[in-house]
């Protein structure tokens, strides 16, 4: 096991630590992250105005009226409704920044591409489908290449230089003029090319042969247990996996829980939305306490382990892991590289994603509607994600304690081999 495990270091770790940081991965993970408010904003105020408590229902309605579901409304319209154009901003500035570029300019350059390349309403207005999820992949693309095409043009000394004394933002606005215009001009004969002469829309397009077979490939119960599975994998060896695989994991599931959201929004039933995997049912069903469900690994450790030390790391540990941060006990115990720890670690995310999938599919737990913020303690996340239901409290219940189970013989051997270490050192003294 030891010559597998540091082959898998020397062959297979320095390619996922490229990946992990390559630049264009890390600007679409950074961009997810910046908009996550706007994402946690609109699913609270969808589920304020769906939470299945009728006396709550009754006591708005009678305090502000029939119409006090509208605040709600209009947030959505300013989160979700324009989830694509948020995104091509925050990766688009993301992905200049890195590369020394006015990031503010090159964002903004890569919003008008993205208009460019959408199509109107026929009151000549923004079509507000392409803007939503629905458009996600064509965001992430025209954030990416007009990023890049205006980082090009920018080192090529193509600016218009005011004269001293002229305000900062001026000469810095001149100074992109020639680089934006061309870049705008490419987008433009690009809209040209598809609308008027091919007759279909460059977003059509890519969402009928990207996007729609990609999320529905990636929402297959396979497809989800690779991905846990290759998370686990590599924090077992000291590369972040949730950093790592992040992009995927956002670009795969946000379009589904927005579509899920949408819908209940719509006053659609949990239980009716259509998208099982979405981002909160991995943060809320298997990465309770951290990647590997790490308040299992608690639980189990506080039944079985007697080492002090152990002990004492698992009180320390614990706070965090009820906020889904599990790097003290993932370093600390340590998890990475130990052989013993290895098979309950990438077994029981892959257990708890097939309950939690097979409870939603068969209806005993609804779908999850609402995006809450990944640190959400158990319990509450799993009440709040399905749109206020029990079942999904009572589900993190039933997946940490099957996880504390599988947990539970591994760490009995741990805790004898740390004893008999022990003992084996306190021999040594003696005789020596």
Same mark, same amino acid.
């Given at each position: 096991?030891?010559?597998?495990?540091?082959?898998?270091?020397?062959?297979?770790?320095?390619?996922?630590?490229?990946?992990?940081?390559?630049?264009?991965?890390?600007?679409?993970?950074?961009?997810?992250?910046?908009?996550?408010?706007?994402?946690?904003?609109?699913?609270?105020?969808?589920?304020?105005?769906?939470?299945?408590?009728?006396?709550?229902?009754?006591?708005?309605?009678?305090?502000?009226?029939?119409?006090?579901?509208?605040?709600?409304?209009?947030?959505?319209?300013?989160?979700?409704?324009?989830?694509?154009?948020?995104?091509?901003?925050?990766?688009?500035?993301?992905?200049?920044?890195?590369?020394?570029?006015?990031?503010?300019?090159?964002?903004?350059?890569?919003?008008?591409?993205?208009?460019?390349?959408?199509?109107?309403?026929?009151?000549?207005?923004?079509?507000?489908?392409?803007?939503?999820?629905?458009?996600?992949?064509?965001?992430?693309?025209?954030?990416?290449?007009?990023?890049?095409?205006?980082?090009?043009?920018?080192?090529?000394?193509?600016?218009?230089?005011?004269?001293?004394?002229?305000?900062?933002?001026?000469?810095?606005?001149?100074?992109?003029?020639?680089?934006?215009?061309?870049?705008?001009?490419?987008?433009?004969?690009?809209?040209?090319?598809?609308?008027?002469?091919?007759?279909?829309?460059?977003?059509?397009?890519?969402?009928?042969?990207?996007?729609?077979?990609?999320?529905?490939?990636?929402?297959?119960?396979?497809?989800?247990?690779?991905?846990?599975?290759?998370?686990?994998?590599?924090?077992?060896?000291?590369?972040?996996?949730?950093?790592?695989?992040?992009?995927?994991?956002?670009?795969?599931?946000?379009?589904?829980?927005?579509?899920?959201?949408?819908?209940?929004?719509?006053?659609?039933?949990?239980?009716?939305?259509?998208?099982?995997? @979405?981002? !909160?049912?991995?943060?809320?069903?298997? %990465?309770? &306490? #951290?990647?590997?469900? /790490?308040?299992? $690994?608690? =639980?189990?450790?506080?039944?079985?382990?007697?080492?002090?030390?152990?002990?004492?790391?698992?009180?320390?540990?614990?706070?965090?892991?009820?906020?889904?941060?599990?790097?003290?006990?993932?370093?600390?115990?340590?998890?990475?590289?130990?052989?013993?720890?290895?098979?309950?670690?990438?077994?029981?995310?892959?257990?708890?994603?097939?309950?939690?999938?097979?409870?939603?599919?068969?209806?005993?737990?609804?779908?999850?509607?609402?995006?809450?913020?990944?640190? @959400?303690? !158990?319990?509450?996340?799993?009440?709040? %994600?399905? &749109? #206020?239901?029990?079942? /999904?409290?009572? $589900?993190? =219940?039933?997946?940490?304690?099957?996880?504390?189970?599988?947990?539970?013989?591994?760490?009995?051997?741990?805790?004898?081999?740390?004893?008999?270490?022990?003992?084996?050192?306190?021999?040594?003294?003696?005789?020596?």
């Amino acid at each position: 096991m030891q010559n597998v495990f540091k082959a898998f270091e020397n062959k297979f770790l320095p390619v996922a630590g490229r990946i992990g940081s390559q630049r264009h991965l890390v600007a679409i993970r950074d961009g997810f992250a910046a908009i996550l408010p706007l994402i946690i904003i609109g699913s609270l105020a969808v589920l304020i105005n769906n939470l299945p408590i009728e006396p709550f229902q009754n006591f708005m309605v009678n305090i502000f009226g029939e119409g006090w579901k509208d605040l709600g409304g209009y947030i959505w319209n300013g989160t979700f409704a324009i989830i694509s154009l948020v995104v091509a901003i925050g990766v688009s500035y993301s992905l200049a920044r890195s590369y020394n570029v006015d990031a503010l300019a090159a964002a903004l350059v890569s919003v008008a591409s993205l208009i460019i390349i959408s199509p109107m309403t026929e009151d000549g207005g923004i079509s507000l489908q392409w803007m939503s999820a629905a458009g996600l992949f064509v965001s992430l693309l025209v954030a990416i290449v007009a990023t890049e095409i205006f980082r090009r043009l920018s080192q090529l000394n193509l600016a218009i230089k005011m004269p001293d004394g002229v305000p900062e933002a001026v000469s810095r606005s001149f100074a992109s003029l020639i680089p934006a215009m061309i870049v705008l001009f490419i987008f433009g004969l690009l809209q040209v090319l598809f609308i008027d002469v091919i007759g279909v829309s460059l977003q059509d397009l890519i969402y009928k042969a990207i996007q729609a077979p990609f999320q529905n490939a990636a929402g297959t119960l396979p497809a989800v247990l690779g991905i846990e599975f290759t998370k686990s994998f590599l924090w077992f060896f000291g590369l972040h996996g949730s950093n790592i695989l992040e992009p995927v994991i956002e670009a795969a599931y946000l379009p589904g829980l927005l579509e899920n959201t949408k819908l209940f929004e719509q006053g659609v039933s949990a239980h009716d939305v259509p998208y099982i995997i @979405t981002k !909160p049912f991995l943060d809320v069903f298997v %990465a309770m &306490g #951290g990647t590997g469900t /790490g308040i299992s $690994l608690l =639980i189990a450790l506080f039944i079985t382990v007697k080492a002090k030390q152990v002990r004492s790391l698992g009180k320390m540990s614990a706070p965090a892991a009820l906020f889904n941060i599990n790097e003290p006990i993932i370093f600390g115990l340590p998890i990475v590289l130990n052989p013993m720890l290895f098979i309950p670690f990438i077994l029981v995310p892959l257990v708890n994603v097939t309950i939690a999938y097979f409870a939603t599919s068969i209806g005993l737990v609804p779908k999850t509607v609402v995006m809450v913020p990944w640190t @959400t303690p !158990p319990i509450i996340g799993g009440y709040l %994600a399905t &749109g #206020g239901s029990i079942a /999904g409290s009572i $589900l993190q =219940i039933v997946n940490l304690t099957v996880g504390a189970l599988l947990y539970l013989p591994f760490l009995k051997v741990l805790d004898r081999s740390m004893a008999r270490n022990v003992t084996n050192a306190s021999t040594s003294k003696k005789v020596g």
